[in-house]
Structure formats: structure tokens, C-alpha cells
């Protein structure tokens, strides 16, 4: 658990939307009792599914939504009531961006630092998202991975103590990602508050220290990634075993909770393993169709089984 004193605490909240005309005017709770606390020289996490009420609960722990019941203290303070102090000690980066599309994002940089009064080095913050590369042409014009590395520079510009990354890797390609990655470490190192949201299970397991995973509006399940892929559950000691073989495999008939899933073309996943029979059973459903397989590996558990356990109520591992 954390041991400096907490940056953001979360507590019971609760948010209403509504009314809404599907629900016959009816007033819709997407959050139902979250709470969380975020601390100095951490990354949090929260980890949900689509509509899980990830963003709302930034939302809401912002400032930018007011709560229908519960607490939030953000530095000390309500952020809903907060003044222009609190919100220089804190940055955010918003899901899609909010960036004005005529602006250029060194001129935009440049602005919001000047907002602030001590603001980041942005030249150096620039050259280091390698926004210097595409500096001078105007935000409408930016792919959507570019644009994600200005709206995270914007963030920064204000020298923040506390960070809201909503999915920070959407849309960025492989090297751009790992940029961004080994900046949130670097500014986690120095000390910063980062509270970010994701729904890819492969980035929570990377930058995490600390994460919630929240599912319809309410906590389901938390801990540091190696707590949480060591929880137990009825199926903790079930294996999955990765294979590549011909597209098309017939699926075996097993009927105790074994299966064989084409998750992609000719990739496969045998999950329920427990014996070494049951790797026989698998080799003799390979023999019987006339298979060997390119590539075999057996992974630990990651956060993806815990996540699908949760889901799914437990009946897979
Ligand atoms: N203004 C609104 N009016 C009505 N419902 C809303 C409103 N804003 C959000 N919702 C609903 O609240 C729920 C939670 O949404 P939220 O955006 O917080 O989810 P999320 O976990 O961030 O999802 P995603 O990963 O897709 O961004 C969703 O069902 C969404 O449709």
C-alpha cells in the first residue's frame, strides 16, 4: 500500500446521469460507491471495461463533474469548489485531447505554460514526445497519435504534482507508446501523483504500481499486479497454453471446463490446464488431427486472467 500521505481519496463516490429517454426519463448511476486513494511517487490505475465508469470517476475527481454523493479531496482540498490554486498543481489529459484544432502545438505549448508560474521546460518536454518533428503544423492536421503526445506535453506544461492520464496510449504506435511509457516512469520517479485509466490490460500490467479495477460502477478488485495475479479463485491453478497451427482447428469435445479457442488466425489458446494428462489429452487431440503445432508456450498468470475471471464471474481462468 502506499506509504506517502495520498495525493487524491476517493471515497464512496456515487454519480447519477440523466434522465434518459431509453429509460423512460429514468436516471441512469454509473457510479455506485467507488473509491480510491492515489499517492506521490505512484501510478495508479484504474482498469475497466468500456463504460465501466473510468472517466467519470477522473471526472468527477477533477472537478469537472460534481458527485451525487460521496467525497473527494484532491490535495487537501474538494476539487469541485477548488480555485485556480489546485488546479495548478494538477494536469490533465483528456481522452480526446480538447486540443483547439487551429492552433500549432508549439504555440499551444508555449500558451498553457505561460499559465502557469512555474512551468515545464517545454522545448525539452517537445524534442522529448518528438513534437518538434510536426511543431509547425496546425492540431486538425495531426494523426491521432500525434495529437495524444501534444495533449500529454499540455498536461506537463504547468509542472504538475498530480497527472490524470485518461488511456494514454490510445492510438500511438509502438515506439511513440514506449516514449510515453518511459516518461510517466521518469516523472513517477520524481515524485509525481499519476492516476491513469486503461482498459488494455498489457499497459496496466507495465506502468502500474497500484490498480483498481472497477466494473459497472463499482470496485470489483485491487492490489499491486503481482498481488492481484496471485489472488486465488477455483481456477487459480489452471494453465493456459499458447499455440500456432493451421487456421480452422476443430475444437476437442471436452466438457470439464477445458477448452481450445482460436483467438486470431491459426493462434490458439487451450486454457482449464492442470496435469500433465491434461497436456496429453491436448497432444492426442493434435495427433488426431494430424498437427504439430509452429510455436507452444505456457505463460504465468497476467492481469488479462484475472480481469476475465472477475468478468466472467470466476468460470474461467
Ligand atoms: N453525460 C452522460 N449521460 C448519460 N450517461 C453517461 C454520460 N456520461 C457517461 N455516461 C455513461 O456512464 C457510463 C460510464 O462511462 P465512462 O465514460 O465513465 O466509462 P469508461 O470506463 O471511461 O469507458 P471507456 O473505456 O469506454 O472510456 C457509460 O455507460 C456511459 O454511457
Redesign the pocket.
Known amino acids: 500500500m502506499p506509504a506517502a500521505e495520498p495525493s487524491l481519496v476517493v471515497d464512496r463516490l456515487r454519480?447519477d446521469?440523466?434522465p434518459?429517454a431509453a429509460l423512460n426519463g429514468r436516471m441512469?448511476r454509473?457510479?455506485d460507491g467507488i473509491s480510491l486513494s492515489a499517492s506521490p511517487g505512484r501510478v495508479t490505475t484504474?482498469l475497466?471495461?468500456?463504460?465501466?465508469?473510468?472517466?467519470?470517476?477522473?471526472?468527477c475527481a477533477q472537478g469537472l463533474l460534481k458527485a451525487d454523493g460521496g467525497t473527494v479531496r484532491l490535495l487537501g482540498e474538494d476539487p469541485a469548489s477548488a480555485g485556480s490554486r489546485l488546479r495548478s498543481r494538477v494536469g490533465v489529459m483528456l481522452?480526446d485531447g480538447g486540443l483547439p484544432p487551429s492552433a500549432k502545438p508549439m504555440e499551444l505549448l508555449r500558451h498553457v505554460a505561460g499559465m502557469y508560474r512555474n512551468p515545464a521546460d517545454i522545448a525539452a518536454l517537445a524534442e522529448r514526445l518528438g513534437i518538434s518533428d510536426f511543431s509547425h503544423t496546425t492540431i486538425r492536421r495531426l494523426s491521432g497519435g500525434q495529437r495524444q503526445r501534444v495533449a500529454l506535453a499540455a498536461a506537463l506544461a504547468g509542472n504538475p504534482e498530480v497527472v490524470f492520464l485518461?488511456?494514454p496510449s490510445a492510438g500511438l504506435d509502438p515506439q511513440s507508446r514506449q516514449t510515453v511509457f518511459d516518461l510517466i516512469v521518469e516523472l513517477r520517479d520524481r515524485g509525481l501523483c499519476i492516476v491513469l485509466?486503461?482498459?488494455l490490460m498489457e499497459d496496466a500490467q507495465r506502468l502500474s504500481d497500484y490498480v483498481y479495477i472497477?466494473d459497472r460502477?463499482v470496485n470489483v478488485a485491487e492490489g499491486t499486479v503481482s498481488e492481484l495475479t496471485a489472488r486465488t479463485s477455483s481456477d487459480a491453478d489452471a494453465r493456459t497454453l499458447e499455440f500456432s497451427a493451421r487456421p480452422g482447428l476443430q475444437p476437442p469435445l471436452w466438457t470439464d471446463g477445458r477448452s481450445v479457442v482460436e483467438v486470431s488466425a491459426g493462434r490458439y489458446l487451450a486454457h482449464g490446464l492442470r496435469t500433465p494428462a491434461d497436456l496429453a489429452d491436448l497432444a492426442g487431440w493434435w495427433q488426431q488431427l494430424g498437427v504439430f503445432p509452429d510455436a507452444v508456450s505456457m505463460q504465468p498468470r497476467t492481469l488479462e486472467d484475472v480481469f476475465l475471471e472477475i468478468a466472467e464471474g470466476g468460470t474461467r481462468a
Open positions: 454519480k446521469f440523466g434518459v441512469v454509473v457510479l484504474l475497466g471495461s468500456n463504460g465501466a465508469g473510468k472517466s467519470t470517476t477522473l471526472a481522452q485518461d488511456e485509466t486503461t482498459h472497477i460502477g
